[in-house]
């Protein structure tokens, strides 16, 4: 049964008690039955140079299939399925065709242990508990919809009326607070009237994570989407660190530049279309796209795993203002056999 919400969850529909609203999803201790006498001491294990030395980001944990985001009852749901912990220190967005798009963050920042997953409620204003907000006011919520994450981080608006203290209606009180006659808060309405009333780019990657071990090149489309109604243009950039080659550019770039310091900065200009809603409230909205492509050639040392940097976009907004987005870092793990070598003729054996 597939249960549909119009718009996003009304506050006299929320079910606080922790069974509606669990934080930390994890499985029950189990009962080994050795004695804490006959336990076994933890040996330290030789550092692995292409294993992270902490969490890594929610986009490479998707892109590696070690995390999936889904919809329950009046949260987001995010099942950490792989071996390390997934970092949650920031306002993503999440796309579905299924379900209500989605503006997930924290004002602090966690982690999802590996092995366990994290329930996001709707709507609520606490910096050590993550939440989410309503992307479209014309699609419907679903229970079982499932989500796609290419990096993108919420645009600086977005980022702002989730993530800030605000009164864009100047009634003196705090709009995540404010409740609304639809049983709302002046938040959620602060994000449907922003989508619809500007250009937000969002920037991500098809992939934003890759193995070059045995290959040491990499196909990388960066994926810039118009999320806002209004029709804008927009730079946007990619640093590469040094030793990381660009090459084969498609389309060409507005600039290459190189800074001095080994690094290659790429910029193109992107314009887009604003979004269009749905024919029905059942229908996702359809949003204007731009592929950046570009070949990416490893000439470091194949010994250790690489993190790069976010992609950029920058723009003039409707309102005159200039505004800000980015996504997540580029991710190269390169971790050659000992006995690798290159021969004389550049091959790799």
């Not at 294990?45 to 969490?55: K, L, N, Q, T, V």
């Not at 986009?59 to 949650?88: H, K, W």
């Not at 980022?159 to 003196?172: S, V």
């Not at 024919?279 to 050639?297: G, I, M, Q």
Request: with cysteine; aromatic share 10%.
């Amino acid at each position: 049964m597939i249960l549909a919400f119009l718009g996003c969850p009304g506050s006299g529909e929320v079910d606080k008690s922790d069974e509606a609203w669990p934080e930390w999803e994890q499985g029950d201790a189990v009962d080994s039955g050795v004695p804490p006498e006959a336990s076994v001491p933890e040996v330290e294990e030789e550092y692995d140079a292409c294993e992270p030395e902490g969490c890594i980001e929610v986009a490479e944990a998707v892109d590696r299939g070690f995390a999936q985001v889904s919809y329950g009852i009046m949260y987001l749901r995010i099942d950490n399925t792989g071996p390390y912990p997934v970092c949650f220190e920031d306002w993503y967005v999440f796309f579905s065709d299924d379900s209500q798009d989605a503006l997930a963050g924290i004002p602090g920042s966690s982690e999802i242990p590996a092995g366990s997953s994290l329930s996001i409620p709707y709507g609520l204003f606490d910096e050590t508990r993550e939440t989410w907000w309503c992307v479209e006011e014309n699609q419907v919520t679903s229970r079982s919809g499932s989500y796609d994450y290419d990096g993108a981080r919420a645009p600086d608006r977005l980022f702002t009326f989730a993530n800030d203290e605000t009164d864009q209606d100047g009634d003196l009180v705090e709009d995540h607070v404010d409740g609304e006659d639809d049983g709302l808060v002046r938040t959620q309405h602060n994000v449907w009237d922003e989508v619809q009333d500007e250009v937000l780019f969002l920037v991500g990657r098809e992939m934003n994570w890759f193995d070059l071990s045995e290959v040491r090149t990499a196909a990388v489309a960066v994926r810039v989407t118009n999320l806002g109604r209004a029709d804008g243009t927009a730079m946007v950039s990619e640093t590469l660190p040094p030793g990381w080659t660009p090459s084969a550019y498609d389309p060409e770039p507005a600039s290459v530049t190189r800074p001095g310091d080994g690094s290659t900065v790429i910029t193109w200009a992107v314009t887009l279309q604003g979004a269009i809603n749905g024919d029905s409230t059942s229908d996702p909205s359809e949003y204007d796209v731009a592929l950046l492509r570009y070949a990416l050639d490893y000439e470091n040392d194949c010994a250790n795993r690489g993190v790069g940097f976010a992609p950029t976009a920058r723009w003039t907004g409707v309102d005159g203002q200039a505004h800000d987005s980015e996504g997540s870092p580029l991710v190269i793990e390169c971790c050659a056999p000992e006995d690798e070598f290159t021969g004389p003729d550049g091959t790799i054996h």
